[in-house]
């Protein structure tokens, strides 16, 4: 049985508090969302970008699990991207890139839905910003537009590591991000500012490369000894760290074990003190 936990956005849409990602999973990508389903997955993360993602498997493997009764449609938080043409292999642009920018959103989205093989995303998340604050407007506005509760549930950004630049986007526009995606790690004080920001506006804070860019900070002396005490792993306390601190990390974990460690951090009850000692680290 699954135990993992939830936490509501601030439009009201229920995420998950640990997410499956499918980047760099090529042919793999629908027995590896198969297996994070059947663990009790219910966030999957996804992009409209074939360069590192192959959104049409993540929609096989959703599909295969919908038909044999395994899963409703509305137990799930699906979440994709679309990726600028800067962000995707030139051969392989899933739009227009002779289009607007408001085109090129649109037709992204009209393929994620083929791909997903859904009516609706849970959450459109803009992989990036674009180049200019006019252009990232444009693109912008036209995800608002699909943001109509009926096509798209909430919207998101990614790789946004300027808090000025995240408080102008929520400021300028009549719809702020519900999500902000980005790298967890020590080079931007492991987004410390932006953090706070979030939670001052309710926006859920999603990490990735939470274990692969922390190396030290998994084998430090504090985390080892509070993970031991819990008979728990380095990983897992960082993960349970994260969901106290109402962030939501994502893994793309291969193994059956780990998909079992990651939902496993639930049950485990990290006291203040040791909530501090961890975040002390992140000094
Ligand atoms: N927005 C963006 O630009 C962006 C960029 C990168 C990633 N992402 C998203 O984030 C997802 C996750 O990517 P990621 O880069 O954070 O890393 P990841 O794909 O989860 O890989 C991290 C590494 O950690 C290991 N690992 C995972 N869970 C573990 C656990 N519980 N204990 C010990 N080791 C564990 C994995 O090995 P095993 O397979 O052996 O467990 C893997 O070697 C992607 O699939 C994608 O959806 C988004």
């Not at 999973?25 to 198969?34: D, F, G, N, Q, Y």
């Not at 990232?136 to 009926?150: I, P």
Request: with cysteine; proline share 4%.
């Amino acid at each position: 049985m699954s135990t993992l936990g939830w936490i509501t956005a601030a439009s009201g849409v229920r995420v998950p508090q640990v997410i499956y990602g499918t980047a760099w999973k090529k042919e793999r990508t629908s027995a590896l969302v198969a297996q994070a389903l059947a663990a009790g997955f219910r966030g999957i993360d996804t992009a409209c970008q074939p360069k590192h993602y192959d959104e049409a498997r993540v929609g096989e493997a959703i599909a295969d699990a919908l038909a044999r009764g395994t899963l409703r449609r509305e137990e799930l938080y699906l979440q994709t991207k679309f990726t600028s043409v800067d962000g995707q292999d030139p051969r392989r642009i899933p739009y227009d890139p002779r289009a607007s920018l408001a085109e090129q959103v649109e037709q992204s989205f009209a393929r994620s839905l083929e791909n997903l093989r859904t009516t609706y995303l849970d959450a459109l998340v803009l992989h990036s910003p674009l180049a200019t604050r006019a252009q990232t407007s444009e693109v912008w506005r036209a995800m608002q537009t699909l943001c109509d509760g009926q096509r798209v549930r909430q919207l998101g950004l990614s790789n946004c590591y300027d808090l000025r630049e995240l408080r102008w986007l929520c400021e300028a526009h009549e719809l702020a991000p519900s999500v902000l995606q980005n790298r967890f790690y020590a080079d931007t004080g492991y987004d410390r500012e932006i953090r706070a920001y979030c939670r001052e506006r309710g926006i859920l804070y999603q990490s990735f490369w939470t274990l692969s860019a922390n190396p030290y900070l998994l084998a430090h002396a504090t985390l080892r000894a509070i993970a031991a005490h819990h008979g728990a792993t380095p990983a897992q306390i960082l993960f349970r760290w994260l969901t106290l601190e109402g962030c939501v990390p994502l893994t793309g974990t291969q193994s059956v074990q780990h998909l079992r460690e990651s939902l496993a951090i639930f049950a485990i009850e990290l006291r203040d003190e040791e909530r501090a000692r961890i975040g002390a680290l992140l000094r």
